[in-house]
């Protein structure tokens, strides 16, 4: 049997077109969310092997605009396993192909759950951190988990 870990890692690049457009001419929100369900989808379900749904996005900012004609790669991986559920990180990277500018757009953090074929949670490989940069965002996503954990008890209590 191979001891070999499941890819924990997805990258895609995709090319800003004017149907991705907004009023203001610059790339719809919208349209960016629905390329990193993609990816977090493709990303969680190549690790895990099997169906996943999104529970949760968190940390989606778009602190500056993404033009038309940038080429927009999502760079994503596992980054904490629980039982069913994945933390996947994704980090968007622009590029400006004529002025070859490179911006880091923006990070977050999607929740998937691997389901069955009846849609009822199964169990997740569980991720074995060895770099320093993997053991860095695996502290840092058990960390998110039990912030949001607290959060969703914090708002129970006052509901
Ligand atoms: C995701 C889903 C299958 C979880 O079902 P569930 O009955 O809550 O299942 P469980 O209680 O076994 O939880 C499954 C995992 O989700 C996590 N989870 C469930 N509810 C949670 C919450 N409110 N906050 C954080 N984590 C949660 C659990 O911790 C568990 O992860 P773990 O095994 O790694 O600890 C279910 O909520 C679902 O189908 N949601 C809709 C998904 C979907 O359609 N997404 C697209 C929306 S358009």
Do not use: W
Not at 28 to 37: I, M, S, T
Not at 96 to 125: G, L, W, Y
């Amino acid at each position: 049997m191979s001891m070999e870990q499941p890819n924990h890692q997805t990258s895609m690049t995709v090319l800003m077109t004017p149907d991705m457009a907004n009023f203001s001419g610059n790339v719809h929100g919208g349209a960016v969310l629905r390329l990193l369900d993609q990816v977090a989808y493709a990303c969680a379900a190549r690790y895990a092997s099997s169906y996943v749904v999104t529970l949760s996005v968190d940390q989606v900012m778009f602190r500056q605009p993404i033009h038309v004609g940038e080429l927009v790669t999502f760079l994503a991986s596992v980054n904490y396993t629980g039982s069913t559920s994945m933390e996947v990180g994704i980090k968007v990277i622009t590029e400006n192909i004529q002025k070859k500018i490179v911006r880091h757009a923006n990070s977050c953090f999607f929740t998937m759950v691997a389901v069955d074929e009846n849609f009822k949670p199964q169990k997740v490989p569980p991720l074995i951190p060895t770099t320093a940069d993997e053991q860095r965002r695996h502290t840092a996503a058990k960390l998110r988990r039990e912030l949001r954990q607290e959060l969703e008890a914090r708002f129970r209590e006052i509901a």
